[in-house]
């Protein structure tokens, strides 16, 4: 199975703050027909996951141009800026590029 | 509105099996494929397998091929998964999602979760 290594476990941040996460995958999430299947989740407490980024840096509807993500083969980046009262929660991503499909353990966004 | 509904919390006893279901509403059932994800007390995500009911094919996990059957019914527009021999180790939240058929590969809706606790 692919192993998907987020860090950190844990950000602080301060509303206003920046922040970055890391995603690094344990092989190429380069699929056969060319795309990346890299996705970036947001768990606020109490709710079920939501998509955020898809395919390594494309916002889903809704969500606001604070959120971008960049990458590519094996190591993939989350940037927030301007971070926000409902930015805080735990984030994920995914790759659904190989099966089994698997997550990374999570980032928690808590404020400092 | 796109809406996945599951079903509701469960409490079961070791060794039984339980089924929940997941009805979607809002979009032409058929061209999305259903997954599960497990998430057990305070851990992480894992990815349990997919139905896709147009053509009614399931993938599973290894991890969990013999511990969850998937299943769906076109004509109500739900999905279903049923988990057997339960144990300590099943008690997680289930959560069910969408991944469209043609393309992109990600999972842009999701159920509200359906907690299940096995206990005597």
């Known amino acids: 199975d692919v192993l998907m290594t987020q860090t950190p476990v844990s950000l602080p941040v301060s509303l206003g703050g920046h922040v970055s996460i890391s995603c690094r995958s344990s092989?190429?999430?380069?699929?056969?027909?060319?795309?990346?299947?890299l996705h970036w989740y947001l768990q606020r407490p109490g709710q079920s996951p939501q998509l955020l980024i898809y395919?390594?840096?494309n916002r889903f509807s809704g969500v606001p141009d604070r959120f971008s993500g960049s990458g590519s083969g094996t190591d993939f980046t989350l940037k927030i800026s301007r971070v926000e009262p409902e930015d805080l929660g735990v984030y994920y991503c995914?790759?659904?590029?190989?099966?089994?499909?698997?997550f990374g353990a999570g980032t928690k966004l808590e404020l400092k | 509105e796109v809406k996945l509904q599951q079903s509701g919390d469960e409490l079961v006893r070791p060794g039984a099996s339980v089924k929940m279901s997941c009805k979607a509403s809002?979009?032409?059932?058929?061209?999305?494929?259903i997954h599960w994800v497990k998430q057990s007390p305070g851990q992480g995500l894992e990815w349990i397998g997919t139905?896709?009911?147009?053509?009614?094919?399931?993938s599973y996990n290894q991890k969990f091929r013999g511990k969850a059957t998937l299943t769906a019914d076109q004509s109500s527009n739900t999905a279903y998964m049923e988990l057997s021999r339960l144990t300590s180790e099943d008690s997680a939240v289930y959560y069910c999602?969408?991944?469209?058929?043609?393309?992109?590969?990600?999972?842009?809706?999701w159920g509200q979760g359906v907690m299940v606790t096995v206990s005597s």
């Open positions: 139905i896709i009911p147009v053509i009614d094919i399931t």
């Open positions: 995914l790759q659904s590029t190989h099966f089994p499909y698997t």
């Open positions: 395919r390594v840096s």
């Open positions: 999602a969408r991944r469209s058929n043609y393309g992109g590969y990600y999972f842009d809706y």
């Open positions: 809002g979009y032409i059932f058929t061209d999305y494929g």
């Open positions: 092989q190429s999430l380069v699929h056969s027909d060319g795309n990346t299947y």
